[in-house]
């Protein structure tokens, strides 16, 4: 039984991709959704698609190899949109190697796209 859904679902997308596997499912949810959009549109997963089993449905990922570190932060703390360099410096291994997942009052984004509309919010994860 999974305690933390999406941090199980993003460690399993994680390790399957660290041995190479073309797709993993993982059960559906909506923030989890939005995450894999975020990934897909910088490149980090080729595509996914929704997998109706009855039980609330699973999420089928296809992999690309692209993914070193994929870890959700807990806790949630808030950014502003001043504090994003420091941020990036604490998560990220270096600059412009990865990006920030963040949820902001006009949804889920990358910390890139954060800080060109120069809004806050808060970190849900990390990607590189």
């Known amino acids: 039984m999974a305690v933390d859904l999406l941090g199980d ?3 399993k997308i994680k390790l399957c991709d660290r041995i190479r596997k073309e797709e993993c499912e993982v059960k559906a949810s909506k923030l989890l959704e939005n995450i894999l959009s975020v990934l897909k549109a910088n490149g980090f997963v080729d595509s996914y698609s929704r997998k ?3 039980k609330g449905g699973l999420l089928v990922v ?4 692209k993914i070193n570190e994929l870890r959700v932060v807990k806790p949630r703390f808030p950014v ?3 504090e994003w360099i420091n941020t990036e410096s604490q998560f990220l291994p270096a600059y412009n190697l990865g990006m ?3 949820s902001t009052p006009k949804g889920i984004m990358s910390n890139k796209e954060a800080k060109e509309a120069k809004i806050g919010g808060r970190l849900i994860a990390f990607v590189y």
């Open 9 to 11: 679902s993003l460690n």
């Open 52 to 54: 109706d089993n009855g």
């Open 62 to 65: 296809k992999l690309n190899g």
């Open 100 to 102: 920030l997942i963040v």
């Open 80 to 82: 502003s949109n001043k």
